[in-house]
Each structure stands twice: as C-alpha cells, then as structure tokens.
T-cell receptor, first 116, second 111 residues
Framework: GAVVSQHPSWVICKSGTSVKIECRSLDFQATTMFWYRQFPKQSLMLMATSNEGSKATYEQGVEKDKFLINHASLTLSTLTVTSAHPEDSSFYIC????????????FGSGTRLTVV | GENVEQHPSTLSVQEGDSAVIKCTYSDSASNYFPWYKQELGKGPQLIIDIRSNVGEKKDQRIAVTLNKTAKHFSLHITETQPEDSAVYFCAASISGNQFYFGTGTSLTVIP
C-alpha cells in the first residue's frame, strides 16, 4: 500500500532558529500533499495544501512566511518553520494520496517539534 | 465551511463489549467519510471509510453507517480488544479534497 515517510520524527530547537520537516511518498507520486498541525489531545488542523511545482495554498490564519512549504518533486514536500518560538511546539503531520486512488489518503508518522 | 462534530470525547468499554462513536457534519455536499485511528505519538491510520452512495460498510469487527438525510455517520467496533485503545477521528470530505476532522474520541478498552 501507499507509504508516506516523514522525517524527523522528533526535533528540539532553540527559539529563533528554523526547522525543516520532510514528507516523502515512498512508492507513489503525489501532486498534492497536505500539512496538518495537532496540539495535545486535539484534532488535526489543516495548515496548507502543498502542490507540486506551484505555490502552496494556506488555510486562513496560517502565516505563509512563517511556515514555508516547498513541493519541488512528485515525491517530496518540505515544511520549514522559520524563526521558531515555543508556541510553534506541536505535532506536525503530512498526508498524501496516489493519483487516482479514490481518496485513500495516507498520513505520515508525524514530527514532534519542541521549541525551547 | 464544513463543521464536523464527534461524540463522545472519551469512551471506556470492557473488553469484548462494543464501542460506538458518532459524528455529524453540516455540508450536504460532503460525500466521503473516513475514520482514522491514532496511537500515541503516531500519525493517523485509515481504518475504514464510506462514500455517500452507501449506507453501511463492514470490515471484520469494524463497521461504519451513514445517514445522509440526518447528516450523521457512526463507527461501530465489536468484540473490542485492548489493542483497540487509541484516539479515533472521523472526517468529512468533498470528493477527497480538503478533509474536516472531528475532535477525536479517546477509546479505552479495559481488560
């Protein structure tokens, strides 16, 4: 089945630094990937839709200059949290679906970001 | 936009009993309803889904029902086992585009 790999699984960074999270579709091509954010004991909130070869579409309230998304190939999307602050600490999850899969989106294993 | 509500937020059942989680949605255009299981520190895993042209779908101990008129759908887990303990999320989508998630149900199966 479709596999989505996310890296790193956890990261600790200092305030003011930037962190890059990778999302890869291992056995399929994904023209669209989605990035979610999840706070403890809360639901998944869609941050942005990543489109291969074009600009990402951000949800209302998500700062595009803070959360940079790059989808340079059909198997890789990256989310960079720039100038991270403690309030950016969260669980970030990506998802993707093979073209023509009839909606079967697969989620990555998530990245736990802690900003100290 | 779509609003998905999920109940209950927590659910404890004895091993072997059934568990039912219910969701409602607001947008009648939604036509795809997946259910995800999320274990601590991991990403959500799709466990079952249903499309609007079907009223019920079953996969071994898991079943999902959909009432389009009332705009609600439910997850049923029978013969629960301790390994079923996790957080379950429902979601609604229009043709597999943007997904709207419920608030999650923390299920605990007591041995």
């Amino acid at each position: 089945g479709a596999v989505v790999s996310q890296h790193p699984s956890w990261v600790i960074c200092k305030s003011g630094t930037s962190v890059k999270i990778e999302c890869r579709s291992l056995d399929f091509q994904a023209t669209t990937m989605f990035w979610y954010r999840q706070f403890p004991k809360q639901s998944l909130m869609l941050m942005a839709t990543s489109n291969e070869g074009s600009k990402a579409t951000y949800e209302q309230g998500v700062e595009k200059d803070k959360f940079l998304i790059n989808h340079a190939s059909l198997t890789l999307s990256t989310l960079t949290v720039t100038s991270a602050h403690p309030e950016d600490s969260s669980f970030y999850i990506c998802s993707a679906s093979p073209a023509g899969s009839n909606y079967g989106y697969t989620f990555g294993s998530g990245t736990r970001l802690t900003v100290v | 936009g779509e609003n998905v509500e999920q109940h209950p937020s927590t659910l404890s059942v004895q091993e072997g009993d059934s568990a039912v989680i219910k969701c409602t949605y607001s947008d009648s255009a939604s036509n795809y309803f997946p259910w995800y299981k999320q274990e601590l520190g991991k990403g959500p895993q799709l466990i079952i889904d249903i499309r609007s042209n079907v009223g019920e779908k079953k996969d071994q101990r898991i079943a999902v029902t959909l009432n389009k008129t009332a705009k609600h759908f439910s997850l049923h887990i029978t013969e629960t086992q301790p390994e079923d303990s996790a957080v379950y999320f429902c979601a609604a989508s229009i043709s597999g585009n943007q997904f709207y998630f419920g608030t999650g149900t923390s299920l605990t199966v007591i041995p």
